[in-house]
């Protein structure tokens, strides 16, 4: 049974990993039969469209969400319906909506934006109107801007939205213990177990593997084409970090077993 949900990936700043996790949230989400659509709403950085460029694949097409045409493109997709000039490029795309669930990358440190276009938009009574729940993810790092943009976007949303915060483990590389205190330690995370978000982690891809994917952006959808050795470390991330992503139960969007919707 489908779980209607849209996912925003959100970041205080560029390179906590948060293409990294919204390429791995489709895959894994592909993989459990989901219709999914992804879209990148970066429009100086695109990578989550770069490594989605297929148009047999279900590309994940650019859209800036922040605009008010891409907030009206993004609320049209979401009531099932493509503008034209998605539906004539991505037809493969346009035959998923209505979708399932919905990824959107937005631009890092776009946060104030963002809630700018929620407000606008009321996107998030919108949402529900057409069947989905909101999921915000936070991507962190060990420093202290994540905590920063989420105590910002706790205070604008509150228990109206989901949320998932995912800990990079690039940045605990060293194997530190208490790489993750300023956020262990932290009131914000106090708040978004009371809302009862959940914390899970992106396990750390090899830097080599990661290079070999980026050269001919190669998803995690298409593994077969990466030399072997990259091929058995990058299926090793995509099992351990889907099973983090299937920890968070429903929150995600993943499908409801049919005995838990009976």
């Given at each position: 049974m489908s779980n209607k949900t849209v996912n925003i990936i959100n970041g205080a700043k560029g390179g906590t990993g948060k293409t990294l996790f919204a390429r791995l949230l489709y895959a894994t989400l592909d993989n459990a039969g989901s219709k999914v659509i992804g879209i990148d709403?970066?429009?100086?950085?695109?990578?989550?469209?770069?490594?989605?460029?297929?148009?047999?694949?279900?590309?994940?097409?650019?859209?800036?969400?922040?605009?008010?045409?891409?907030?009206?493109?993004?609320?049209?997709?979401?009531?099932?319906?493509?503008?034209?000039s998605v539906a004539s490029r991505l037809p493969t795309l346009a035959r998923r909506c209505p979708a399932d669930v919905v990824i959107l990358d937005m631009p890092a440190a776009s946060s104030t934006r963002l809630r700018e276009q929620i407000d606008v938009f009321d996107l998030i009574?919108?949402?529900?109107?057409?069947?989905?729940?909101?999921?915000?993810?936070?991507?962190?790092?060990?420093?202290?801007?994540?905590?920063?943009?989420?105590?910002?976007?706790?205070?604008?949303?509150?228990?109206?939205?989901?949320?998932?915060?995912?800990?990079?483990?690039?940045?605990?590389?060293?194997?530190?213990?208490?790489?993750?205190?300023?956020?262990?330690?932290?009131?914000?995370?106090?708040?978004?177990?009371?809302?009862g978000g959940v914390e899970i982690e992106l396990p750390r891809l090899a830097d080599t593997t990661f290079k070999a994917m980026q050269a001919n952006y190669t998803p995690f959808t298409a593994l077969d084409s990466l030399p072997l050795g990259d091929k058995l470390l990058a299926r090793s991330f995509v099992r351990r970090g889907s099973a983090q992503i299937e920890a968070t139960g429903q929150l995600l969007g993943l499908p409801v077993p049919v005995a838990e919707a009976v």
């Open positions: 709403s970066d429009q100086e950085n695109p990578e989550f469209s770069s490594f989605h460029a297929d148009p047999d694949q279900f590309a994940v097409p650019t859209m800036d969400c922040l605009s008010l045409d891409g907030g009206k493109n993004l609320v049209t997709m979401l009531s099932g319906e493509v503008a034209t009574p919108a949402c529900g109107e057409m069947g989905y729940g909101v999921t915000i993810i936070s991507v962190i790092s060990t420093s202290y801007a994540p905590i920063e943009s989420i105590s910002r976007m706790l205070d604008f949303c509150g228990d109206t939205v989901r949320w998932v915060v995912v800990k990079n483990q690039y940045f605990a590389s060293d194997g530190l213990k208490d790489a993750f205190s300023l956020w262990d330690e932290s009131k914000e995370r106090k708040r978004v177990k009371k809302y």
